[in-house]
């Protein structure tokens, strides 16, 4: 008796002394995964229809294209802070928005950064701000063409078969004439639940793409493609490869055929 009595509280020992290890080693990895929490990116479009008028005095405006995106060039510098970074901007061919991708501490730091500095601007119809859940960038080889053009994808995937969509276009490896860029979960609407950015030869090459590569994928229901006419880095190389890096990753592994199209890329913009 005397024997088990002097081990019992050696095995006690033991076993608080490795629930306090787990413990320990649990809250490292929170503090950890604290650490390494991610801002919220967005992509905020900001509409600016070419005639407006104030309601009910019949008085109408004919505003710039350029309205926008001069404004942030002219201003962005003035804005910046820690909650709020504006990383890039682009604008849609043939639409009336521009388009920032922005790097926020929180959805509220947003929401204040819009109120003070994007809503105050005359003719600002509309803000619409697409959370980009999921994203992934993909490393860009070295030794690409720097005269491909940008588009995006967006995709009206049917919910179960959303993820092995979302997997799918994530494995493309860069091919000599198509490139995914991006790809990010944005639940923007009812019809619309995965974009894609993607770098190709020319309008042809791109719409063949779609058509060998993402339509033919179970799940998709509908999709548009919109040609990216303008884009502009806001943020130093290094700034935005410090905003963007915890979303980095490699290309997959299936590669793209080379696409046997007419380069049309002078009529891109058409």
């Known amino acids: 008796m005397a024997r088990e009595s002097v081990r019992e509280p050696a095995i006690w020992r033991v076993w608080i002394t490795a629930l306090l290890n787990i413990v320990h080693a649990n809250t490292e990895r929170l503090l950890l995964g604290q650490e390494e929490v991610k801002s919220l990116l967005t992509l905020v479009r900001i509409h600016v229809p070419p005639i407006t008028g104030d309601p009910g005095s019949g008085v109408t405006s004919h505003v710039k294209p350029d309205l926008v995106w001069n404004y942030v060039i002219e201003n962005h510098k003035n804005w910046r802070s820690k909650e709020v970074k504006l990383l890039y901007m682009t604008h849609r061919h043939l639409q009336d928005d521009t388009s920032l991708i922005v790097d926020a501490a929180s959805s509220d730091a947003l929401a204040g950064f819009l109120a003070k500095h994007i809503a105050p601007l005359d003719h600002v119809r509309g803000i619409w701000v697409l959370n980009l859940a999921r994203m992934r960038f993909f490393k860009l080889p070295e030794e690409r063409p720097r005269d491909f053009s940008r588009f995006t994808v967006t995709i009206d995937a049917v919910p179960k078969h959303m993820d092995r969509i ?92 080379d696409i046997d199209a007419d380069d049309d890329s002078l009529m891109a913009g058409c």
């Open 166 to 257: 979302y997997e799918s276009i994530s494995a493309f490896k860069p091919g000599r004439d198509v490139i995914v860029n991006y790809i990010a979960q944005t639940f923007q609407s009812f019809s619309a639940s995965i974009m894609a950015s993607v770098l190709a030869r020319s309008r042809n090459h791109m719409e063949t793409f779609v058509e060998q590569y993402i339509k033919p994928l179970k799940g998709v229901a509908s999709l548009e493609t919109t040609y990216i006419s303008r884009t502009i880095r806001l943020v130093s190389p290094e700034e935005w490869q410090e905003s963007i890096g915890p979303y980095i990753t490699a290309p997959g592994g299936n590669r793209l055929d």
